[in-house]
């Protein structure tokens, strides 16, 4: 009996990673320089920072337009819910409508992110790096592109995502957040208001999604659509992550860890799908696609005739799927 294989972590060496400037300033990376994470590329004046609010805010009584706000301070409120300053900036109000909480202008320094060489730079912009990469596949991704610092929540229940959210919201903006098993709508819904910059999961509901794109949120699940767990190994490359920042490309549905050296010609299998085939056995890793188990990764227990017996949860019973309703994973 055989069955297909997916590659979800990749090793990629030869990865070329542009690191821009938010605006043009002072560029002191230099060709051939060989960098690492937290290597200064560069320098601007920037207000990166701006958090949307609606016109129906009603702003807190004694301030005003035009007030600057502390982090944390009370910008005001939206129904009954209170909007807090995720960082200092001051109140405007937009033109279309609406207001913008914008961050005030400070020094923005430029890191590298990665291990590697600077091949080429831009004056005053952006310098291009050689570098190295872990890839990890995501099932489902909103089309957005970022890079940051990397939160890793330990695997929460559903019920705890969001108070784990709300325990980290003066040091979320900007941030990358596993928030573990699940993502739901009120989950998105409340990273936006802190200015989070994405949120990775095992999965996610339709609903969030739709939600996470109508901003620049970007939203990541490993797994599927559904309440769908984080497969261990997913969980423990990401509680690994050794300098915390990473990188996510929506559009090629990939979270890239910046990986130290580079890889061994013998373990870049760049491809996600291979093509191949493999024989199924007991302990192999699989994925499952068959209800009420989409999406669900699990090891294979035994066989029977054309079904595999696949432990889901150690402690339940195997679940019997039939072929060709699994993939064996790697």
Same mark, same amino acid.
Request: positive net charge.
């Given at each position: ?23 043009? =300033? ?11 994470? *937290? ?44 909007? /807090? ?10 033109? =279309? ?43 489902? #991704? ?40 699940? /993502? ?23 609903? #969030? ?18 309440? /769908?767990?984080?497969?261990?190994? +997913?969980?423990? +490359?990401?509680? =690994?992550?050794?300098?915390? $920042? ?10 890239? /860890?910046? #990986?130290?050296?580079? $890889?061994?010609?013998?373990? @870049? ?24 188990? *989409? ?31 699994? @993939?064996?994973?790697?």
């Amino acid at each position: 009996m055989y069955i297909p294989i997916i590659r979800k972590v990749m090793k990629t060496n030869d990865v070329f990673v542009e690191r821009t400037l938010p605006r043009k =300033g002072e560029l002191v990376a230099k060709e051939k320089e060989v960098v690492e994470p *937290f290597t200064k590329l560069g320098m601007t004046k920037v207000s990166y920072g701006n958090l949307p609010l609606p016109a129906r805010l009603r702003v807190t009584k004694g301030r005003a337009v035009g007030s600057y706000f502390y982090t944390g301070d009370t910008l005001g409120k939206i129904g009954s819910k209170k909007v /807090i300053a995720p960082f200092d900036g001051t109140l405007i109000e937009q033109s =279309g409508g609406g207001f913008l909480f914008n961050q005030e202008d400070r020094d923005f320094w430029l890191l590298s992110g990665v291990w590697g060489e600077v091949v080429s730079v831009v004056e005053k912009s952006s310098a291009l790096i050689r570098t190295q990469m872990l890839d990890v596949k995501l099932a489902i #991704a909103t089309d957005h592109s970022y890079s940051g610092e990397l939160i890793v929540f330990p695997n929460p229940s559903e019920l705890l995502e969001m108070q784990y959210l709300q325990k980290f919201s003066k040091d979320s903006f900007g941030k990358i957040i596993y928030v573990g098993h699940h /993502i739901n709508e009120a989950l998105v819904k409340k990273a936006h208001e802190l200015g989070v910059a994405g949120l990775i999961a095992g999965s996610v509901d339709r609903d #969030a999604l739709v939600a996470a794109k109508k901003t620049d949120l970007f939203v990541g699940a490993f797994s599927g659509f559904g309440v /769908i767990p984080t497969p261990d190994y +997913i969980f423990d +490359i990401l509680k =690994g992550v050794t300098n915390r $920042y990473i990188f996510l490309q929506g559009n090629k549905n990939l979270l890239r /860890i910046p #990986a130290e050296k580079p $890889y061994p010609t013998k373990d @870049i299998r760049p491809n996600s799908y291979t093509g191949q085939l493999r024989s199924v056995k007991k302990g192999l890793l699989v994925q499952v696609f068959e209800e009420p188990f *989409f999406g669900w990764t699990g090891k294979v227990h035994s066989m029977q005739g054309s079904s595999v017996q696949v432990i889901i949860d150690e402690g339940r019973d195997p679940v019997k799927i039939k072929i060709p309703s699994i @993939i064996s994973l790697e």
